[in-house]
Structures are given as structure tokens and as C-alpha cells.
């Protein structure tokens, strides 16, 4: 079955500057890559998610770049403020299985 | 979109006893799935429920253990049986692969 493997497990920046978080998959067939951001005691919040035909995708300050070849995806805050600060996870799947896979979670704080 | 609701929120139990929580989604889906967080921990698949089949369990999870019922496409049950400290975790359940409950705090003493 699929594993996600996601590096680092903590990350601490400054604000404004970038952070990035890393995720590998084994599962050739998955074709579907969404990030989460958790804060303290609240549910799992979709932020952004790509799909295996393309290779990158942006929203304002959220990217997310996917390499189908090397089996891996990240995620890149730019201009990271304090409410950037969550874990966040990664997550493969098929599209058409529904089912999710997490990685570990890398708890990300900003620093003011 | 779709909005769940989750309850109860959190619940403490005496071991030996069961618990059922239930989500609540305000459209029809074909399958919803229940998640386990444990302590600082990744989200694991429980279970896939699906309305008239008996529900997948993943590797490591069992029927008698976690039972779930899903009557209708609107509402899924899931319960923690026969209790241990080692269940004490969230509990969650999700749709669509974007939205989830707002989990179920167990603490099992």
C-alpha cells in the first residue's frame, strides 16, 4: 500500500521569510496530493492540493510543486506571518479510491 | 462544500465500556471515513463507510472492535468498544478528502 514519508517534522522561521515542507510517496498509481493545516484542537483544513498532470500550482502565498518522476511534492509558504504557525500534513491518494494517506506532520512556528 | 457535524466533541470513559460517535453531513456522499489522531500524531484511516455494504477497516483495525453503521448517505456511526487507555485518542470522521468533523476527544481511564 501507499507511504508517505514527510520531512521536517518541525521548522521554525522567521516571519517573512520562506518555509518549505517535503513529502515523498511510494505509490506510483496515486495521483492526488493535498495539504492540511491543523491548528491547536481543531479539525484538519484543506489549504491546497495538486493533481499528478500538473506540476505546479499556486494560491497567493501557498504553493505546492509535485515531481511525479521522483515520487515527491512540497509545500512553500512565502512571506510566512504568525498565523502560519500550525502542523501541517500531507496526504496521498488515487483520485477514484477516495481514501487518504498522511505523512507525519511537520509542526511549522513563526517566529515574530 | 459540505459541513459535518460531530458528536459528542469529547467524552471521558471508564474502560470496558463503549462509546458512539456520530457525524452528521448536510448533503449526500457516497462514502465517509473515520480517522484516528493519536497524541501528537498523523491521521490513520480507521475505516471506509459506505451506505448499504459493510464498512472497509484498514490493516489493523477490526469489525468487533469498531463497529460502524452507515443508514443512510447523509450519516455514519462509528464506536469504540470494550475501551482501553490505548484508545484514548481523536477521533474524526471526513468526506470528500477536504472536509472533516471537529473530532471527538476520548480519554479513557
Known amino acids: 500500500g501507499e507511504n508517505v514519508e514527510q520531512h521536517p517534522s518541525t521548522l521554525s522561521v522567521q516571519e517573512g521569510d520562506s518555509a518549505v515542507i517535503k513529502c515523498t510517496y511510494s505509490?506510483?498509481?496515486?495521483?492526488?496530493f493535498p495539504w492540511y493545516k491543523q491548528e491547536l484542537g481543531k479539525r484538519p483544513q484543506l489549504i491546497i492540493d495538486i493533481r499528478s498532470n500538473v506540476g505546479e500550482k499556486k494560491d497567493q502565498r501557498i504553493a505546492v510543486t509535485l515531481n511525479k518522476t521522483a515520487k515527491h511534492f512540497s509545500l512553500h509558504i512565502t512571506e510566512t506571518q504568525p498565523e502560519d504557525s500550525a502542523v501541517y500534513f500531507c496526504a496521498a491518494s488515487h483520485v477514484r479510491a477516495q481514501k487518504l494517506v498522511f505523512g507525519q506532520g511537520t509542526r511549522l512556528t513563526i517566529n515574530p | 462544500s459540505a459541513v459535518i457535524s460531530q458528536k459528542p466533541s469529547r467524552d471521558i470513559c471508564q474502560r470496558g465500556t463503549s462509546l458512539t460517535i456520530q457525524c452528521q453531513v448536510d448533503?449526500?456522499?457516497?462514502?465517509m471515513f473515520w480517522y484516528r489522531q493519536q497524541p501528537g500524531q498523523s491521521l490513520t484511516l480507521i475505516a471506509t463507510?459506505?451506505?448499504?455494504?459493510?464498512?472497509?477497516?484498514e490493516s489493523g483495525f477490526v469489525i468487533d472492535k469498531f463497529p460502524i453503521s452507515r443508514p443512510n448517505l447523509t450519516f455514519s456511526t462509528l464506536t469504540v468498544s470494550n475501551m482501553s487507555p490505548e484508545d484514548s485518542s481523536i477521533y474524526l470522521c471526513?468526506?470528500?478528502?477536504?472536509?472533516f468533523g471537529q473530532g471527538t476527544r476520548l480519554t479513557v481511564v
Open positions: 505509490d506510483s498509481a496515486s495521483n492526488y
Open positions: 448533503s449526500q456522499v457516497t462514502m
Open positions: 471526513s468526506v470528500d478528502k477536504a472536509f
Open positions: 463507510a459506505n451506505q448499504g455494504s459493510e464498512a472497509t477497516y
